[in-house]
């Protein structure tokens, strides 16, 4: 008995405490910080037409790459972002579809 908490104690307590420790932004908050920072390329004519889409994250960083669709007048862009833990966005790049 002895033996298995100090076991529990030596080896298991610390790997679960850096664990929880590191810090994660949710797929939520990627998606919503991902569309903000795309809406703000186009103000007030851009509008979401298609929910974003978490497409890769990047271990051991855990940076999200982000995909937003973004609708304006009639043209559609797919807008890339880079989230980091702290749920900041930033650019990758642009494309427009269906051209």
Do not use: W
């Not at 405490?17 to 004519?45: H, M, T, W």
């Amino acid at each position: 008995m002895k033996l298995s908490r100090l076991f529990f104690m030596v080896f298991l307590l610390p790997y679960s405490v850096f664990l929880g420790a590191e810090p994660v932004c949710s797929d939520r908050d990627a998606i919503s910080a991902s569309n903000d920072k795309a809406l703000s390329y186009f103000g007030k004519q851009g509008e979401i037409f298609h929910v974003a889409r978490v497409l890769k994250v990047h271990h051991p960083s855990r940076h999200k790459e982000v995909a937003s669709y973004v609708k304006v007048k009639a043209k559609r862009y797919s807008i890339f972002t880079l989230v980091d833990v702290d749920c900041n966005a930033r650019f990758i790049k642009r494309t427009r579809q269906n051209d």
